[in-house]
């Protein structure tokens, strides 16, 4: 698990990833040392690392952040936080066996309720503020169908996440593997998905509205909805530093 001390800070957490996740790794969730070791990675990263500046007071990059940029070809151009007017998705990089991508919201934008099936996902508030509404199936996932309901358990209401914060997981049965994601301030969300989705494979991304019941305090029924009306993700392009992908690990 040892790092170049001369790589980037994106490319240490896609190594990193690439040693827990890829299908060469034994088989089953990672370890809780691997996940500790993610998360350190995590926690050291800021917006500048993957090329996104402005979200900081006053909007200037870190110290830390412009020792790595030294890394880094010179006259690289960022993404300014302040262009983010819709929730956008900056993709980092994708395989088989994980994702790493930022979501970038304009202050008030909410990313509905939503699932993560069969996934570990690790999550670092890179700047901003955001609220979190979270929950866990109380029995089994249910099964897909026409539309999907059960019993969940209430993990968080509200909570409120403000950055600089430490990196969060959830996993397939804990960890709040439902959620609903509410920008307070501008903020940005790097995460890592492992697996990403994937709808042929039984990932499929499913939206939810959740009731509560009065007399089982803790828990609510998620039923499967529609997305709102004109809600959309948008796409921008990664411009942080350049990856080196492990192209075996890929067609492994």
């Known amino acids: 698990m040892a790092m170049d001390d001369h790589q980037s800070k994106v490319q240490r957490l896609y190594d990193a990833c690439d040693a827990v996740f890829s299908s060469g790794s034994k088989a089953g969730l990672p370890t809780l040392k691997q996940i500790r070791?993610?998360?350190?990675?995590?926690?050291?990263?800021?917006?500048?690392?993957?090329?996104?500046?402005?979200?900081?007071?006053?909007?200037?990059?870190?110290?830390?952040s412009e020792d790595d940029d030294e890394r880094s070809p010179p006259g690289r151009r960022f993404l300014s936080a302040r262009a983010f007017t819709r929730i956008t998705y900056v993709h980092i990089h994708e395989c088989d066996d994980f994702s790493i991508g930022v979501f970038c919201f304009p202050a008030g934008a909410m990313l509905?309720?939503?699932?993560?099936?069969?996934?570990?996902?690790?999550?670092?508030?890179l700047y901003g503020s955001m609220r979190v509404k979270s929950y866990d199936w109380a029995n089994a996932p249910p099964c897909s169908g026409p539309r999907k309901s059960g019993l969940a358990r209430?993990?968080?209401?509200?909570?409120?996440r403000e950055a600089p914060c430490k990196a969060s997981v959830l996993f397939p049965r804990s960890g709040g593997n439902i959620h609903s994601l509410t920008a307070v301030t501008p903020c940005a969300l790097l995460d890592v998905l492992a697996p990403p989705?994937?709808?042929?494979?039984?990932r499929p991304s499913t939206y939810f509205s959740d009731i509560p019941i009065p007399s089982l305090p803790g828990f609510a029924v998620l039923e499967e909805a529609d997305l709102p009306d004109g809600f959309r993700v948008a796409g921008a392009p990664y411009v942080g530093p350049e990856l080196t992908i492990d192209m075996d690990s890929m067609y492994n």
């Open 197 to 202: 989705y994937a709808e042929d494979l039984g």
């Open 112 to 125: 509905p309720l939503h699932d993560h099936p069969q996934m570990v996902v690790l999550s670092k508030l």
């Open 37 to 64: 070791w993610l998360q350190d990675l995590l926690d050291g990263m800021e917006a500048a690392d993957v090329g996104i500046e402005g979200g900081g007071s006053g909007g200037e990059r870190s110290s830390s």
């Open 154 to 160: 209430v993990v968080a209401v509200d909570e409120m």
